[in-house]
């Protein structure tokens, strides 16, 4: 437990780096990101096919420019909220880990182990243990007849 509670910063760290590296990814869903993409590789002569939103952005008059940054400034939000997911899955991850380190001790009922034959006198609607607590006189009662 002692090596996991040091290796938890890491763990986060390291985490939250990989949740950064997704800003690429997770940036590519977003409408304007995807507009500055299309319109860049337009500009660059890699696709000759254009959209309609390329078009329609073309007769906006709005200039490429102002679309790019937004497009960066996108990204970048985007990169800080992939390292917090990536930090939250960081601290799910070692909490869980932890937990499972930790003995927790039965302190309220332990069944003898060498005379149990799992009869559930142990559970509170057994017939036999409501009548051994004197809440019932006859199993008969509550064990219905064939």
Request: aromatic residues 6%; charged residues 20%.
């Amino acid at each position: 437990m002692a090596w996991l509670l040091l290796a938890t910063p890491a763990v986060i760290a390291v985490t939250a780096g990989m949740g950064t590296m997704l800003a690429g990814p997770l940036s590519r869903v977003d409408p304007e990101v995807q507009l500055a993409e299309q319109l860049r590789r337009e500009e660059l002569g890699l696709t000759k096919i254009t959209t309609e939103a390329s078009d329609a952005f073309r007769n906006s008059r709005r200039p490429a420019n102002e679309l790019y940054r937004a497009a960066v400034q996108r990204k970048s939000h985007f990169g800080f909220l992939g390292g917090l997911l990536g930090a939250w899955v960081g601290v799910v991850v070692c909490v869980k880990l932890i937990s499972l380190t930790i003995r927790r001790r039965r302190n309220d009922y332990r069944p003898d182990q060498a005379g149990c034959v799992s009869c559930g006198r142990c559970f509170w609607y057994c017939p036999v243990e409501q009548v051994r607590l004197g809440l019932i006189q006859d199993p008969a009662e509550v064990v219905p007849q064939k």
